[in-house]
């Protein structure tokens, strides 16, 4: 079994920045990709950035520009810079890994999600 924490959220003002973390634990032989989604209250989770094993990248067009996402496989952790904050940028922010465990099962985790706010 595999668990994600994030870290990071919290309240900042627009044209802020914020940065999340997402550690995952447990029997992990390879994370293949690692993603941030985000759900506003009544809305639908969407796809922020995703990174694969190998650092490419895809961002969502609304954050492009602003948001960088990065990975540290070394400790099976991914990150999400954001700057220039807006306040439409507020929601909570789900870390998402897939992979295959040591015992060659595929995995794939959802974190308990990080609440950010920006204020205008």
């Known amino acids: 079994q595999v668990h994600l924490v994030e870290s990071g959220g919290g309240l900042v003002q627009a044209g802020g920045s914020l940065r999340l973390s997402c550690a995952a634990s447990?029997?992990?032989?390879?994370?293949?990709?690692m993603e941030w989604s985000r759900q506003s209250p009544g809305k639908q989770r969407d796809l922020v950035a995703a990174?694969?094993?190998?650092?490419?990248?895809n961002y969502a067009d609304a954050v492009k520009g602003r948001f960088t996402i990065s990975r540290d496989n070394a400790k099976n952790t991914v990150y999400l810079q954001m700057n220039n904050l807006r306040p439409e940028d507020t929601a909570v922010y789900y870390c998402?890994?897939?992979?295959?465990?040591?015992?060659?099962?595929?995995?794939?985790?959802w974190g308990q999600g990080t609440q950010v706010t920006v204020s205008s």
């Open positions: 990174i694969t094993s190998g650092g490419s990248t």
């Open positions: 447990g029997s992990i032989f390879r994370i293949n990709a």
């Open positions: 998402y890994a897939r992979g295959i465990t040591m015992q060659t099962t595929g995995f794939h985790s």
